[in-house]
């Protein structure tokens, strides 16, 4: 007999039509007392006949799950390794025909997507136009996605950006900073989710061989099953060498496989195996 916790997620993912099962249990479960809590609701029986027959409720419940927070330049370090060591390195074997190749999974309103982008540009006037660039950023949220193609920001997102960013790449309007065109122009926004059996990298971008993908804080929020599933898709998107940069609290989902080596023990950035 299903318990309580499990007649929820069948009932949300059958009105959904989206099997949020595939979400870590914890997770699941700390979405759903807040929602409890929210409703003034003192138990997961009350919350299951309050549900019944209500779409919206489901709604939102799934689009809770849809985890959409980030900032610019948010993990220092790594960023200042793409900055002084990575980015540089990778550009000096890049001619402008092969160009640098990035995905951004899960990727948010794109503030991941266009802080890479920045170091790009500032690198490619360093290197005097000599290097070409792309961005791929994709999440399963089309609202987020509209968000992030505006590309407007509150202060509060932007802390982390130097001033002379600030002031080279972004306007202030109102209380709000939008990201100058220059960089969203190598940007590259759509829909994808991780978990599609039809394609295992953005159909936008045409093919894989990525030379970085950054999927920050995002595989934590799944069971490990379904994590070993999109770790295995992110590996085979890269390129051979390629990196792929997790979140800190996801170092240890991929420290003892061997296809992909630690680029650096203070970080999880991470390196594929093999030769170009």
Known sequence: ????????????SGNCRKDISVYD???LHRTIEKRLLSLSLKSSDEYLEYIKGNQLETSLISDSL???Y???????????????????ELASRKSLH???RVWSAGCAAGQEAYSLAILLNELDEVQQGRISYRIFA???SGSILEMARRGSFDGSTVQNVKLKHIDRYFSLEGESYTIADSIKSHVCFSLHNLLDDNSIYPPDSIYGSFDIVFCSNVLIY?????????????????SAGGLLILGEAE??????DESIRPYTPITAIFRKSGRR
């Open 1 to 12: 007999m299903e318990s309580v916790f499990e007649e929820i997620i069948s009932l949300v």
């Open 25 to 27: 249990e914890d997770f």
């Open 66 to 68: 849809s985890v959409s």
């Open 70 to 88: 980030s900032e610019f330049f948010r993990n220092p370090v790594v960023f200042s390794l793409l900055e002084q060591h990575i980015l540089p």
């Open 98 to 100: 092969d160009g640098i």
């Open 138 to 140: 994709t999440d399963v």
């Open 222 to 238: 799944f069971r490990e099953a379904v994590r070993k599933t999109i770790i295995d898709r992110l590996r085979r998107s890269l």
């Open 251 to 256: 170092r240890a989902f991929v420290i003892n």
